[in-house]
C-alpha cells in the first residue's frame, strides 16, 4: 500500500486549504484511514478520521468545525478540507490507512503512511 499526500502550502491566518491523499496497491475501502499532524517538537496529533463507509471521528477540539475529513471511495482518495486557519496549525500532515475498522486515534494503530505534507499558515 502506497499512500500519496499533497495540498499542503503556505496560507495566511484565516484561509483554507485542502489536503488530498490518494491510496493504491490495495482495496481502498478495506482501511479506515486518518488525519494526523507534526508540528516542530511535538508528538504526532490525531486530527480526523473516517471508516469505509464514511463514519467520522473527529481529534481535539481545535479543530472541530474547522477541519472536514471526507473519502472518495472511487478515486481511492481522502481528503482533509480547512478552513479559518491559524499559525498552530502549522504542522507536517500525514495521512494513514489501518487494516481494520473502525478508527484508531494513536499513531500505533495504523499500518501505512504517507511522505507529509506541509502546511504553514502565516500570522
Known amino acids: 500500500v502506497q499512500l500519496q499526500a499533497s495540498g499542503g502550502g503556505l496560507v495566511q491566518a484565516g484561509g483554507s486549504l485542502r489536503l488530498s491523499c490518494e491510496h493504491s496497491?490495495?482495496?481502498?475501502?478495506?482501511?479506515?484511514m486518518a488525519w494526523f499532524r507534526q508540528a516542530p517538537g511535538k508528538e504526532r496529533e490525531f486530527v480526523s478520521g473516517i471508516t469505509w463507509s464514511g463514519i467520522i471521528t473527529d481529534g481535539s477540539n481545535s479543530v472541530k468545525g474547522r477541519f472536514t475529513i471526507s473519502r472518495d471511495n472511487g478515486k481511492n482518495t481522502i481528503y482533509l478540507q480547512m478552513s479559518s486557519l491559524n499559525p498552530e496549525d502549522t504542522a507536517v500532515y500525514y495521512c494513514a490507512a489501518r487494516r481494520v475498522q473502525p478508527v484508531g486515534v494513536f499513531p500505533y494503530d495504523y499500518d501505512y503512511w504517507g511522505q507529509g505534507t506541509q502546511v504553514t499558515v502565516s500570522s
Open positions: 496497491g490495495g482495496t481502498f475501502v478495506r482501511y479506515a
